[in-house]
């Protein structure tokens, strides 16, 4: 019977009688060396095809933002306008979601001399201005045509490197799987078994943690297209933020909210220049986050406030339209751009009118801060607030909650004003604390305040009670004190008016 020795061909074996070393070299030496050389062969292999795989990955991104760039060019062909205008607005068009802009990871040791990896974006842009350079320099008379052919050559280079790239992956890939080497060892057949308790423990609640957040009256309107709609924020929201955790949060709050130098690299590009702003977010999508525009609107009040009227503005412009490239979408950086850049489009007026208005708050509230300063240097009249207090000595302010469960019609309503008050007032009330429900009030405007406790006094939620004083302590007689000092200016003073009314 003959033996078929075949399936050990792939392997990479010698022995001392194969090696033919120098008379003048150590016969050991020469084996590690060879050794050395065929691990060395390998590792270079292997990090050839990791290369290969890498950059076809990348080509195969670059097609397919081509072919949308020379679609979206045509599409553009019967639109009036400049051939390089129809080309940067089919590049907008063609952007896609900035997510999927940023190339993946390379492969440790592939392209290590490269330290940055640029954006598919930015080899777009790039690409771009190589083929505008070959039709300046061919000096066609058909600029768009010229365009439009320049991009197919690229298209049709890289595709022929991908074929290339293809088979030279495939020889290197058949000489590694050649020979048998201890990475193609695997383990063929394993299995284990677990037993598992029939009892389930019972799961552990999680521990509460301190949420920082506001509870917005109209949480829809941040649903809307920002470009349809400008809606303003309530200013009441402040009353419904712990205590706790505004304290907590305060640094980080404050930290968070500074500008980026990103931010403000990106604020000091000039109003209109929206090709710079589109390729700077392109090449740092980071700056879109919600922070950035919160900075650059605080940065435009510290502008406003030393009289830079223009650099304030031109921050209010930059952060609503990190704003609003935001709130628009997976898309929303290249459906902002292709609005914004169509001549005659509802969204230029909106976001212009939206710019203009946040502009005026941010300067009307700059003149009120410089006018309060003004008239009060010392800054020692502080900030108008409303709060509750006893006015005659020997009276108490209770605090009433209303049962939830009661059938009087009465408390029923009082009950109804009290659920529709936000959450932060009604725990405050829930307490019984004076100084609690003051917290609160101190946060609301003048005119919120006063609606509050009218709702108050109308529901019963607030009785003057006299109080009972302790005379035999030493704080109850200096109440008591205070009382009859009290009251004997009121006589005084009635008497004053006795004496001058002539009837």
């Keep these: 019977m003959s033996l078929n020795y075949s399936k050990w061909d792939n392997l990479e074996l010698s022995d001392d009688s194969d090696i033919e070393e120098h008379p003048n070299v150590d016969k050991r030496s020469f084996i590690r060396a060879k050794q050395n050389q065929i691990h060395q062969e390998r590792l270079q ?89 070959e039709v300046d320099a061919s000096k066609t008379e058909d600029r768009y045509d010229g365009f439009v052919t320049g991009l197919k050559q690229h298209l049709a280079k890289v595709e022929d490197l991908q074929g290339q790239l293809l088979v030279k992956l495939a020889e290197l890939e058949q000489e590694a799987g050649r020979k048998i080497t201890s990475d193609s060892i695997r383990t063929g057949f394993n299995s284990s078994s677990v ?116 650099l304030a503005r031109q921050c209010v412009h930059q952060a609503l339209l990190l704003q609003y490239c935001r709130q628009l979408g997976r898309d929303g950086v290249g459906l902002f751009f292709k609005r914004i850049t169509t001549k005659g489009h509802q969204a230029q007026k909106v976001f212009q009118d939206d710019v203009n208005q946040t502009y005026a708050r941010i300067r009307t509230r700059s003149q009120e801060m410089a006018a309060e300063t003004a008239n009060d240097p010392d800054n020692s009249g502080g900030v108008e607030q409303i709060q509750l207090h006893a006015v005659e000595p020997g009276t108490a302010i209770n605090i009433v909650v209303p049962q939830a469960d009661s059938e009087d019609p009465v408390e029923k309503k009082a009950r109804e004003t009290f659920t529709s008050f936000p959450p932060g007032l009604r725990r405050a009330l829930e307490t019984g604390s004076l100084d609690e429900v003051n917290k609160v009030l101190g946060k609301m405007s003048v005119e919120e305040a006063e609606e509050v406790v009218g709702q108050l006094g109308e529901g019963g939620m607030l009785s003057l009670e006299e109080q009972i004083i302790d005379a ?32």
């Design 195 to 310: 037993s598992k308790g029939d009892k389930k423990p019972p799961p552990t609640k999680p521990q509460a943690e301190a949420v920082k957040s506001s509870e917005l009256l109209n949480p829809h309107a941040l649903k809307r297209d920002p470009l349809k709609h400008a809606d303003s924020i309530s200013s009441g929201a402040e009353a419904d933020i712990d205590e706790g955790a505004e304290d907590e949060g305060k640094g980080d709050d404050e930290e968070r909210i500074e500008p980026s130098p990103t931010g403000k690299r990106f604020a000091s590009i000039k109003l209109g220049d929206y090709r710079s702003c589109l390729q700077f977010i392109s090449e740092n999508p980071s700056v879109v986050a919600e922070r950035e525009t919160d900075g650059l609107l605080l940065e435009a009040f510290r502008n406003q406030n030393v009289g830079k009227d223009e």
């Design 472 to 503: 035999t302590t030493e704080e109850g007689q200096s109440k008591l004190k205070e009382i009859e000092a009290h009251e004997k200016e009121k006589t005084q003073e009635a008497g004053v008016q006795l004496t001058e009314d002539p009837e």
């Design 45 to 133: 292999r292997k990090h050839q095809i990791e290369t290969l795989k890498y950059e076809r990955i990348i080509n195969d991104g670059l097609l397919l933002r081509i072919n949308k760039l020379i679609t979206a060019l045509r599409a553009l062909e019967a639109s009036e306008g400049e051939a390089d205008g129809l080309v940067f607005q089919a590049l907008i068009e063609s952007a896609g979601d900035p997510a999927d802009d940023q190339p993946p990871p390379r492969p440790e040791g592939v392209h290590a001399h490269v330290k940055d990896q640029p954006t598919f974006s930015r080899m777009m842009a790039t690409l771009v201005d190589q083929v505008k350079k």
